[in-house]
């Protein structure tokens, strides 16, 4: 049988969900295809389009891979546009004037952003939001800019507007209409995100009609409003709406609606049955779907079609939760209560700029819609009571009302959902294919995640999908076992607070009294460390010395042919001539090999087990002290110059770097720990990446929290702002005790944050408003280990004791013959098992 | 030429570390040595990590696994069983084991 000829117009987020679910079916042998992509890159995230600007890079972004879309067989045209349907003869032509015939036609084109044709909209520097190549030239364009103005106050209004804030320009937001989002929010929610967003640095203009933009006097353009106000702005962003890409229907005959969109039915085929349409160029029942979400099931339901089955549109649900600029908004269902003889529950915290709104029917009996503003945990709780018309509680109020003292929370159990209630609206993951995957083996939340994909996308479902699947695993009978290894029942939470009320200071009375075995290299580690976060005590105790990874045993961070490299402390990056002159002398003398850390120190390779003591012998007469880099501990604080020598600087981050990192030094934590202090908004020391961020503004000290780098990369939190340097040390001691005291095992601050419960507002009541009313014993704890800090080299150095196992055989000084180096670029380096033997058969003369 | 073997004295006790390892050369070999506190027994295996090709394991953290007491490797952490040098992660691999005991206050390994 002859394959059927599919032609894919549009490799968006639609069309790439398209090609997945094709692939998902396992028909692809079926069909052969060929996708037409406008853009010169394949498919990317366009809903976190504005994460681009704050750290995300096109890769993070992209959906579509040219590798996989290979490895199905697809023929994938790049930077390739259909410009013309043949429908008679079934065939496109393309702007590269490619002809090319098919037997099905999926037209997944999308939308154009809408320009109102306001006279010097074509001005340069007028700019829209919508894709990369978008993205690079409003970067470019902010490069000579200081102020920027965004049209259009809605989502995607306000998503543009955080763009431009991030580039570090003067925001502005001019809106048509009276508030801002104004088809998601009703008055009340508008005025409270406005209030929010204004606090933020936005300046928001509502009722604002631009009639024309013109040259400007301070800025590049003047635009000029109805009312007779201007604004100057040196770029504008237009976000003032979408309009289908209809064109090809419209050329070729197929249907269109009034106000564009190209007319489809239940199964998304055109008034051409030959022909699909899906995404936001389809108009169903009237309607143009700007979500992905309706989107990705228009997709789901055209494949169907084609491949025979049942699978029908029928409308979707425009419920939305996203955070603008940090602030959670959500809206759902009927928002605006049009739904006749609805009633409205509101609740309005002006001080903590929160709103929520219920709306519900005449009855009071089902949920209609809601708006939430300023806080939406409930979002989905809500959403399931709407989608699913489950009877309301008595008090409805309740649903929004603060959760004050002892109260039981009024959430919805996810035992009364429906079997189709929906959980997750972006991938289309109901309750019943949870339960699936549950049953079919999955058996935890990341389990879950990876084989439904619910809570991978926007990420609105994930408290409600974590609920659901604890829920399920408890009634199925699985325990969670949460221990920490077969030695000891208990959480590493439970054994900290073990060894700190009960005061224990040793492994061995830990074991007697609570564990059994010998224990092993997850709890030994693991107690090491709390031991050391409570008690601080020097870490090579005959006590101790068994308890800790080669790394801490040796002070040294072991590499991968047993060799060592050493990195004594920098504090803050900042070093003396002398210092450094030290580093180059014991550098040469021992032929280690040297590399600047991405933590402002240097890192000596190659050191054998029983050089060290000497190296540092050497390090610690010319002042150096241990860097702790081979500790789950505080490795470095990074810092940008600061005001003292850079010229945009507004206070010493190489000062209050050297201050924190000398606070903080040899506090052992469940992980490593990076700090970063940067001396203004330019962030050149990238404290957001880090676990403790600082930058300094005009008015103290911003404080980041719980961000990273490396595999997983995560942005840190604004904890606080405009602190003076006492209140930030107080509340870093806080947070870092907190961290200690309940973060798991070999835990990250991003990841303890992502699985706080409550999250970082959580966080800041309890160490801003100190809530659980530990913020003194926090402090106390911390005081203790600051006072007690040794430098591990030093007080080794002088412990014959400790030093006799700094040689590698206990009966002879030989070192270990199989330690072999060759040079490359100037330095030593470990030979590869190869140069070895060659090595070792032609003998010559070794570095020593 | 072959020798028989025979105990032979290592190092004295008291170069021990409780629950923890330290490496001998015996005869051009390397033994990494360890002495388990609560079995008050001394054990000798490979000190050759055959997964890193380093000369490492008396470096690692002691345990056990079940009834099973093993050494986890300092660089990749598989584990191996002190008494039958077994590693308990990949059945394919096994690394030499020597009896071994502690007499007249000296460590002895039958080698």
Redesign the interface.
């Known amino acids: 049988m002859s394959k059927t000829k599919l032609v894919i117009a549009g490799n968006g987020m639609v069309g790439h969900q398209f090609l997945q679910s094709l692939a998902d079916s396992g028909r692809l042998h079926d069909f052969d295809v060929t996708v037409f992509c406008e853009e010169t890159r394949l498919a990317y995230d366009r809903v976190h389009l504005s994460a681009y600007f704050s750290g995300a890079t096109a890769e993070d972004l992209a959906m579509g891979n040219a590798d996989t879309y290979r490895n199905w067989g697809l023929t994938v045209l790049t930077g390739e546009t259909v410009t013309g349907i043949d429908r008679e003869y079934k065939s496109v032509t393309t702007d590269k004037g490619r002809e090319l015939s098919y037997d099905k036609l999926v037209l997944a084109t999308g939308s154009y952003p809408f320009v109102p044709p306001v006279p010097g909209h074509d001005r340069p520097q007028c700019l829209v939001y919508r894709t990369i190549d978008d993205l690079d030239a409003i970067a470019a364009a902010a490069k000579n800019s200081k102020i920027g103005t965004v049209v259009g106050g809605g989502l995607l209004g306000l998503e543009a507007a955080k763009a431009l804030t991030d580039l570090g320009l003067e925001t502005h937001v001019v809106e048509f209409a009276p508030r801002l989002m104004a088809v998601q929010l009703d008055n009340g929610g508008g005025a409270m995100l406005r209030q929010k967003i204004e606090a933020l640095g936005v300046k928001v203009h509502t009722e604002k009609n631009t009639q024309l933009i013109d040259a400007g006097e301070q800025c590049f353009h003047k635009m000029n409003f109805a009312d007779g106000e201007v604004l100057e702005t040196d770029l504008i962003l237009f976000s003032a709406g979408i309009r289908p890409r209809d064109e090809l229907a419209r050329q070729n005959g197929l249907e269109v609606g009034e106000r564009g969109g190209i007319v489809i039915n239940n199964v998304c085929q055109t008034s051409d049955p030959s022909i699909y349409a899906i995404g936001e160029c389809a108009l169903w029942n009237k309607q143009i779907f700007g979500l992905v979400a309706p989107g990705n099931q228009m997709a789901k339901v055209a494949l169907s079609h084609l491949l025979d089955g049942s699978d029908s549109f029928t409308g979707a649900d425009m419920s939305t939760k996203l955070k603008l600029m940090g602030v959670d908004v959500a809206s759902i269902g009927d928002a605006h209560g049009n739904t006749p003889g609805s009633r409205n529950y509101t609740f309005v915290d002006e001080r903590a700029e929160v709103y929520k709104k219920l709306v519900v029917s005449e009855d009071g009996k089902i949920l209609l819609g809601a708006i939430l503003v300023g806080e939406a945990e409930q979002y989905g709780t809500l959403l399931q009571y709407m989608l699913n018309g489950i009877h309301l509680p008595e008090y409805p109020d309740t649903l929004i009302l603060p959760n004050r003292g002892d109260d039981k929370q009024t959430g919805l159990g996810v035992a009364a959902l429906p079997e189709t209630a929906q959980i997750c609206s972006c991938h289309d993951v109901s309750k019943a294919d949870v339960r699936m995957a549950l049953d079919s083996g999955c058996c935890t939340l990341a389990d879950v995640k990876g084989a439904t994909k619910a809570a991978t996308g926007c990420g609105g479902c994930s408290a409600l999908l974590t609920d659901l699947v604890n829920h399920e695993l408890e009634e199925m009978g699985v325990e969670v076992n949460r221990d920490l290894c077969?030695?000891f029942p208990y959480t590493r939470q439970d054994l900290y607070n073990i060894i700190r009320i009960e005061e224990i200071h040793s492994f061995?009375e830990l074991l007697e009294k609570h564990g059994r075995?010998?224990?092993?290299?997850?709890?030994?580690?693991a107690a090491g460390s709390i031991l050391a976060s409570c008690w601080n005590d020097y870490i090579l105790t005959?006590n101790n010395?068994?308890?800790q990874?080669?790394?801490d045993?040796?002070m040294a961070n072991?590499q991968?042919?047993?060799t060592y490299s050493v990195v004594p402390r920098v504090a803050g990056g900042e070093i003396t001539a002398d210092k450094l002159i030290v580093l180059g002398q014991v550098a040469k003398k021992y032929n280690l090999y040297s590399k600047i850390t991405g933590g402002q120190r240097v890192d000596l390779f190659g050191a054998r087990l029983e050089q060290l003591p000497d190296i540092w012998q050497e390090l610690i007469d010319a002042g150096f002290e241990t860097g702790h880099a081979y500790g789950k501990s505080l490795r470095t604080v990074k810092s940008c110059v600061g005001s003292t020598w850079c010229r945009f600087g507004v206070d010493d981050s190489a000062g209050l770097a050297i201050d924190l990192e000398n606070r903080y030094k040899g506090l052992r934590a469940p992980h490593k720990i990076k700090f970063a202090v940067s001396g203004c908004t330019r962030e050149c020391a990238e404290a957001q990446s880090k676990d403790i961020g600082v930058i300094a503004t005009e008015k103290g000290w911003n404080l980041y929290v719980c961000g990273n780098g490396g595999m997983k990369p995560r942005h840190g939190d604004l904890f606080a702002t405009d602190l003076d340097r006492d209140t930030l040390i107080r509340y870093i001691d806080r947070i870092l005790m907190f961290y200690i005291k309940t973060a798991d095992r070999l835990q990250r601050t991003s990841v303890w944050m992502e699985n706080m419960e409550g999250g970082l507002d959580y966080l800041r009541q309890v160490i801003i408003s100190d809530t659980l009313n530990l913020a003194e014993e926090l402090e106390q704890q911390m005081d203790h280990v600051v006072d007690t800090y040794q430098c591990e080299w030093k007080t080794t150095l002088e412990d014959p004791q400790a030093l006799?196992?700094f040689r590698?055989?206990?009966?002879?000084d030989?070192p270990?013959s199989?330690i072999v180096f060759v040079e490359e670029r100037q330095q030593i380096r470990p030979a590869t098992?190869q140069e070895k033997a060659e090595i070792q058969a032609e003998p010559i003369k070794l570095v020593s | 030429m072959t020798t028989h073997a025979h105990w032979t004295a290592?190092?004295s006790q008291n170069?021990l570390?409780?629950?923890?390892g330290?490496?001998?050369?015996?005869d051009d070999q390397?033994v990494a040595?360890f002495y388990?506190?609560?079995e008050q027994a001394v054990f000798a295996i490979a000190n050759?990590d055959p997964f890193?090709?380093?000369?490492?394991l008396s470096?690692?953290?002691?345990?056990?696994?079940?009834d099973n007491?093993?050494v986890?490797s300092?660089?990749y952490?598989q584990?191996f069983c002190l008494k039958t040098g077994r590693c308990l992660d990949d059945e394919t691999t096994q690394i030499q084991t020597w009896p071994a005991r502690i007499e007249n206050g000296l460590v002895e390994v039958f080698f």
């Open positions: 077969e030695h061995d075995g010998h224990g092993c290299e997850i709890c030994r580690p005959e010395v068994s308890l990874d080669t790394n045993t040796f072991m991968k042919d047993g006799k196992r590698h055989f206990v009966n002879s030989a270990d199989n098992p | 290592v190092c170069k570390v409780p629950d923890s330290i490496c001998a050369l015996i390397q040595l388990v506190k609560k050759h890193s090709q380093a000369n490492v470096r690692g953290l002691i345990g056990s696994k079940g007491l093993f986890a300092p660089v952490k584990h």
